[in-house]
């Protein structure tokens, strides 16, 4: 991957979609965690494909390709939804195991009430499988932040999750 970036930085467009085409799953996932909005995401991952190939000369650390690329359209999903200023709940998140079609919607309802920036920590670490230091790394905080974000996320979910069964 190194190698490509530093071809890439060269001006080599055929090792810069090589890079990218090796991330965007990656990069559709966050931006949809985001958007929910399949046609928005796509068009996120996109502008942030534009915009890391103007500025993929800026990049210092080729190694860090991913996580710049990732925060990139992070910023984009930022950018998308300021412009919306409203953000529509669609994700289904299928799960393997049997559940309630009741509790997958009070699921989808607690989450929708979080701000985006705690919604997306709880579904890169639950959903997408990322480490706390790739969370850290993607969104520009702190691990220690995101740990307690988090948690305090967490916590509020169950809270509201119990109210509901009230």
């Known amino acids: 991957m190194e190698q490509l970036i530093r071809e890439a930085q060269k001006g080599d467009w055929e090792s810069f979609s090589q890079a990218v085409f090796s991330v965007k799953d990656q990069a559709y996932r966050i931006a949809y965690c985001y958007l929910y909005e399949e046609n928005d995401?796509?068009?996120?991952?996109?502008?942030?494909?534009?915009?890391?190939y103007v500025k993929i000369k800026s990049l210092r650390e080729p190694k860090f390709f991913?996580?710049?690329f990732i925060r990139i359209v992070i910023?984009?999903?930022k950018a998308q939804l300021k412009k919306k200023k409203t953000i529509s709940f669609v994700a289904d998140h299928a799960s393997h195991r049997t559940v309630n079609p009741e509790e997958v919607v009070d699921l989808k309802m607690a989450l929708q009430s979080l701000s985006p920036s705690d919604r997306v920590i709880v579904q890169?670490?639950?959903?997408?499988?990322?480490?706390?230091?790739e969370i850290a790394e993607a969104?520009?905080?702190?691990?220690?932040?995101?740990?307690?974000?988090?948690?305090?996320?967490?916590?509020l979910l169950k809270s509201k999750l119990a109210l509901q069964e009230v």
């Open 124 to 133: 890169m670490k639950y959903f997408l499988g990322y480490t706390f230091t």
């Open 41 to 52: 995401s796509m068009d996120v991952v996109c502008d942030a494909m534009e915009k890391a």
């Open 139 to 155: 969104i520009g905080m702190p691990e220690g932040t995101v740990k307690t974000k988090l948690y305090q996320t967490l916590k």
């Open 75 to 77: 910023n984009e999903c």
């Open 66 to 68: 991913t996580t710049w």
